[in-house]
């Protein structure tokens, strides 16, 4: 793995020997997110319904439950590694409208021993679907859950940036994002949404801990959580001035979705354009009566199988198939968004860059990530550094392996998952 930083040259021998002692913590928990599936969801479907009034400040707090954590003994007071509560939290559409959203906050059992407030990191999932099933706070006492009736499989693998954070004394909070578990359908890769649900999550776990103000903020994610955690990052100073944010680890964010549609399309997860496209046509009335104009019987028949669809369904029902075969003309969508101004304009509303982050960043890009197009992370490198802002870019070289199998997406998510974290952990540090 190389790397190009302005003024940081690496990590010091002191943050190599704190990694390597939270490594078998991580392998416990990365071991234990491997048990079989279960059957079923436990969680209470009202829990995810908001009344009919709440607070319309962004970041309160409407309601919260227990929530049962892997690895947990019941009953165990101080239980390791913390103690998770569900929590339903007000958060903002992209016009200003609020919204509830859903997550969870696990406030560690480790004291936080660096000095100053425990620090909190806001987590964002990387794809596990647009389905309500597939939100992760249903899926933090058991990672993996099949739903017989759907059928579907939802998968929830935030457990490595959860675990490290929690070993370090450090509150994580993961966010559902919008539309995911709550009402409404998920809004994928909106870019405004994405960094609203971080950055009120953030808001609402200060506010559920009973945390100062002032306590340090970070944002950590991958792949599309990666474009969360990087939307928040530099919507942070506009929307949420307030946070003491530090830091902010993305890795592989969809920057620009112009780039990234063609890559994913054809590959394992090619269903995940699908999610995109639901999302926009969510927020967008013209978006709508282009797809609905634009797709065939078989993309209708897909964008609504979708909805309701978990990454580990996506995979055997539209793995490495062609957009194209949706559309009424047999193009791309590629070819459709460069035709037509109202998508070119919706799509490139999504594109992050263009706002500063007012905290460092560490930004991870694989060199031949076969989803995630490495041009669009270093031009999002590019971009911030051009406006002043602290960003320290990791290339990941692994050579590529099985194109269009996403081994080329996940092989740089586990190389630059301890640097990530360490990097966020050093700002907090401080």
Not at 55 to 70: E, M, N, T
Not at 92 to 97: R, T
Not at 274 to 290: C, D, M, Q, S, W
């Amino acid at each position: 793995m190389s790397g190009k930083s302005g003024n940081r040259s690496g990590f010091s021998g002191v943050r190599r020997m704190r990694m390597m002692a939270a490594v078998g913590a991580l392998a416990a928990a990365c071991a234990a997110s491997l048990v079989p599936a279960a059957v079923g969801s436990a969680d209470a479907a009202d829990f995810y319904t908001p009344p009919r009034s709440y607070a319309s400040d962004p970041g309160s707090v409407i309601r919260s439950q227990s929530s049962p954590l892997l690895l947990q003994i019941p009953g165990m007071p101080g239980q390791w590694p913390g103690t998770a509560r569900k929590v339903m939290y007000t958060s903002s559409l992209q016009d200003g409208k609020p919204t509830a959203v859903t997550g969870t906050v696990i406030e560690p059992t480790a004291p936080w021993r660096s000095g100053g407030p425990r620090p909190t990191v806001v987590v964002g999932p990387g794809t596990i679907g647009q389905g309500d099933q597939c939100a992760a706070s249903k899926l933090m006492g058991f990672p993996l859950a099949v739903d017989i009736t759907q059928p579907s499989i939802s998968v929830n693998y935030t457990a490595p940036e959860m675990y490290y954070m929690l070993v370090h004394g450090v509150r994580v909070f993961i966010t559902d994002y919008i539309g995911m578990g709550t009402p409404g359908v998920h809004t994928y890769v909106n870019r405004a949404e994405s960094g609203h649900a971080m950055l009120d999550g953030a808001r609402a776990a200060l506010a559920i801990s009973d945390a100062p103000a002032n306590a340090p903020v970070g944002f950590a994610g991958y792949s599309q959580g990666g474009g969360a955690a990087a939307s928040a990052a530099e919507l942070a100073q506009t929307y949420a001035p307030e946070l003491n944010v530090r830091a902010t680890y993305a890795g592989a964010p969809p920057a620009d979705l112009e780039k990234v549609i063609p890559a994913i399309d054809g590959s394992t997860i090619a269903g995940a354009i699908g999610f995109a496209v639901n999302g926009l046509t969510e927020r967008y009335p013209k978006v709508a009566e282009v797809v609905d104009r634009e797709t065939n019987r078989t993309g209708k028949a897909a964008l609504k199988q979708l909805e309701r669809s978990c990454i580990g369904d996506i995979i055997p029902a539209f793995g490495f198939q062609r957009v194209q075969s949706w559309t009424r003309t047999g193009e791309t969508l590629s070819s459709l968004i460069s035709r037509t101004p109202e998508l070119q304009k919706v799509v490139g509303e999504q594109r992050i860059g263009r706002l500063t982050p007012n905290a460092p960043v560490f930004l991870e890009g694989g060199l031949h990530d076969d989803v995630i197009p490495y041009g669009q992370v270093a031009q999002l490198a590019a971009d911030w550094r051009a406006q002043g802002a602290d960003v320290t870019f990791v290339t990941d070289p692994t050579p590529p392996i099985l194109t269009k199998s996403i081994v080329n997406h996940v092989v740089p998510m586990l190389a630059t998952f301890l640097p990530g974290m360490e990097f966020v952990l050093g700002e907090f540090r401080k």
